[in-house]
């Protein structure tokens, strides 16, 4: 067996030209291709316990849209699920509701 690492586009490419026989990939699809999931990727919510959201329980996007956020990396594939998620479920005009908090660990 050989194995290939790439970008998830230039995966889904090769299995389309045939250059290898299957690909792993998170976020692409294809209309040359079959798409079989093989695992889910469950993401949590996490507050302190004295958190509004933590008495809660049902959150609804809109409630979420408020508040800040401590959130992956730009593009990573969490944060274009979550992305979507949330342009499908929002009312909210904007494209992308929530805030992001940027932490790091320097005096700035």
Do not use: C
């Amino acid at each position: 067996m050989k194995i290939v690492t790439g970008h998830s586009k230039d995966v889904v490419q090769k299995v389309i030209n045939n250059q290898v026989d299957f690909g792993i990939v998170r976020t692409e699809t294809h209309p040359q291709i079959e798409s079989i999931p093989i695992f889910s990727d469950p993401i949590g919510l996490f507050v302190p316990t004295h958190h509004p959201l933590a008495s809660l329980d049902n959150i609804n996007m809109k409630e979420l849209e408020e508040q800040p956020f401590i959130f992956f990396d730009y593009g990573s594939f969490d944060w274009l699920m979550l992305h979507r998620l949330f342009q499908k479920k929002t009312t909210s005009h904007r494209t992308f509701p929530l805030r992001l908090i940027i932490w790091k660990l320097q005096k700035i």
